[in-house]
């Protein structure tokens, strides 16, 4: 070999090493900091596996791990045999036309986006009146594995000379001897590829798999993503490196098999390759109906499918976890935890009747839309004793008057968050203020249309539901003015964003900002001179409750003083509970920035429900103004 190879050679080494230690750099870091006793994600104190014991001490979420791990044994198994099928027929179909057709219908599932096919499947399970939880996420996991299976089959069908079925027919082969003797063991590294390949898809589906749990029902990748939302923790590190080896181990059985599989052997050897693929799918069966059998078992015996169960459809990091352990404790209800990560992402589940819900926490506009669409139970205020404690001037308004289906959770305002230190001199008591030329590229906004359509409506003096079409297109060319000073628009990450000082300014709700300030004192935050919005979240009982008597119970736990301001001081929203203010600290309470005078929020709007047209045209000029910048 020559000089000039061998330095390519090393060349191409060196360049391969660097490119997989920045894939798996990520990976490693997370790994590395989940042994950290120290609690955080920085400064590594010592070696632990206390979040690996906290992994495992969560009956919950060793559910969910065999949950996740039954789904994808069961997915991978059955999606394989229907895409060998699949392969077969097509290799069978004479017309080549036909065939290509076939083929880039089987391709477009695979190039399409996951939050079109999760949604799809949303609404044809709601047709077909399918209850989301087991059934849902395996029917889904099945349909977006085929067409990887069909890919990883069709070469070794296509490569498979016509010759060797020929000679099997003229020594007398059935057509069934010709499958298993002939097809299935020459196409058996393809079979076993395509097995893992829908294995590895369905543990890390996360946005097909959001759209269709529910009832109770999770996956590992839905609850890591519920868990991250909630903020930093170890034990997520933990779990997701449980979740890496596990991938590995796999990827490496693959590897062994494969290997085994394509070595070139003698005619004896197909008969063995048969044998593994049935070996393959009975071990899998038995091991997936095992899975199935233990968490069944689990689920029972700490009664997570018994009728003394509650399920909480929430946001994020958005209750104290201990108050629903003393929930529970004091009345024996088992509690179930779900997160979403918007209204309309929880309007669509409930609307299409999927689910079985007994509490929801959803914003002032969506609880007025709820109950035009008859998706609310009236409240039974005498279960509720409680509601005395709210503050009045919380009560009775416009989106639910007389409180007939909703109580006060949290409320708050929208203003601007900025640091005075990185943008000096500047103040910022106006929405005027953003399209300051001397920001630069310093501005975070929200991914929220209503908010950020809003802010450019009041920056011209116009109503947060203004309805005009042309004030509408005044406002959307407004902000188009202020790309230059974006930065990004961005989700919950905003928050981390603002805190490690990586833009100076914000637009944000003042729940955040209270997070975010405490996380970094140099921030302040303000209300537009202008006008703003204030929100409300109210908590709701859905038509599809279950347990509507648990959930009277949980609306007056939670509206207990004592309850309630535990849990403000918790999430760092402003509590509507008068009562709880008693029990706040008045350094909370007297900050006028999150609980401001009645003179101030009296400026201030609530959304209202502008209909499915109005929001529509709504989200298109915010996605224009997203295009925009990104032309820009």
Not at 155 to 181: C, F, H, N
Not at 266 to 293: E, H, N, S, W, Y
Not at 491 to 516: F, H, P, Q, R, T
Not at 565 to 578: I, K, L, R, S
């Amino acid at each position: 070999m020559s000089s000039n190879s061998k330095k390519t050679g090393k060349g191409i080494t060196i360049y391969l090493m660097v490119v997989f230690f920045i894939l798996y750099a990520p990976i490693l870091y997370l790994a590395y900091y989940s042994f950290n006793s120290g609690g955080a994600m920085h400064s590594f104190e010592g070696f632990t596996l206390e979040w690996y014991g906290e992994v495992f001490q969560d009956t919950r979420l060793v559910i969910i791990l065999m949950n996740t791990l039954a789904i994808a044994l069961f997915s991978a198994a059955i999606s394989t045999m229907i895409g060998v099928a699949g392969a077969i027929a097509i290799t069978h179909v004479r017309s080549k036309q036909f065939r290509s057709a076939l083929l880039t219908l089987n391709n477009v599932l695979i190039v399409s986006p996951d939050v079109i096919i999760g949604a799809s499947f949303l609404i044809l399970f709601a047709a077909m009146g399918v209850k989301l939880g087991f059934a849902s996420v395996l029917i889904s996991h099945i349909a977006f594995s085929v067409p990887i299976v069909v890919l990883m089959v069709l070469p070794k069908l296509q490569e498979m000379s016509p010759t060797l079925i020929y000679a099997a027919r003229d020594l007398g082969a059935t057509r069934w001897d010709v499958l298993t003797r002939v097809i299935v063991p020459y196409i058996a590294p393809g079979i076993f590829a395509g097995f893992f390949m829908a294995l590895t898809y369905s543990l890390d589906d996360f946005a097909v798999t959001f759209f269709v749990t529910g009832n109770g029902f999770s996956t590992l990748s839905v609850e890591i993503y519920s868990r991250a939302r909630q903020g930093i923790s170890l034990t997520i590190n933990a779990l997701s490196t449980l979740i890496f080896m596990v991938t590995l181990v796999l990827a490496v059985g693959y590897y062994v098999m494969n290997t085994r599989a394509t070595t070139p052997g003698r005619p004896a050897r197909v008969g063995g390759r048969m044998k593994k693929v049935m070996q393959m799918f009975i071990t899998v069966f038995i091991a997936a109906f095992a899975l199935v059998g233990v968490t069944s078992y689990l689920n029972s015996s700490n009664g997570y499918s018994g009728a003394d169960t509650l399920t909480v459809y929430n946001w994020g990091d958005y209750i104290d976890p201990d108050l629903i352990h003393k929930f529970q404790r004091e009345t024996g209800i088992r509690v179930i935890y779900e997160t979403f990560d918007s209204n309309e992402a929880m309007l669509t589940k409930i609307a299409h009747g999927g689910t079985a819900f007994d509490i929801v926490i959803p914003s002032d506009y969506a609880i007025n839309k709820m109950k035009a669409e008859g998706m609310l139970i009236p409240l039974d205020h005498s279960k509720i004793p409680n509601l005395d404690n709210i503050d009045p001037r919380f009560l009775d308004l416009p989106f639910d008057e007389g409180n007939t289906y909703s109580v006060p959770y949290f409320w708050g305002t929208m203003g601007i968050i900025y640091n005075p230190e990185l943008v000096p001199g500047k103040e910022f008591s106006s929405w005027a203020d953003l399209w300051d030329e001397e920001l630069g590229s310093e501005i975070l906004l929200v991914d929220s249309a209503r908010e950020v359509i809003g802010m450019g409506l009041n920056s011209l003096g116009y109503s947060l539901n203004d309805i005009d079409t042309e004030h509408l297109q005044e406002a959307y060319s407004k902000l188009c003015e202020l790309t230059p000073n974006v930065k990004a628009i961005v989700g919950d990450e905003i928050k981390m964003l603002l805190a490690n000082e990586e833009a100076a300014v914000g637009v944000v709700w003042s729940g955040d900002a209270a997070i975010i300030m405490d996380e970094n004192d140099k921030l302040d935050y303000v209300i537009p001179s202008e006008g703003s919005m204030v929100w409300f979240d109210n908590i709701v009982i859905p038509t599809t409750a279950r347990n509507i008597e648990g959930a009277h119970l949980f609306i007056n736990f939670m509206l207990d003083p004592e309850i309630a301001a535990q849990n403000t001081e918790y999430v760092g929203y402003a509590t509507p509970n008068a009562a709880a203010l008693e029990h706040l600290p008045e350094e909370i309470t007297d900050d006028e920035r999150f609980y401001p005078d009645p003179d101030v929020t009296d400026n201030l709007e609530v959304l209202a429900n502008l209909g499915k047209r109005m929001l529509g045209y709504y989200n298109e000029l915010f996605l224009q103004f997203k295009m925009h910048r990104k032309r820009d």
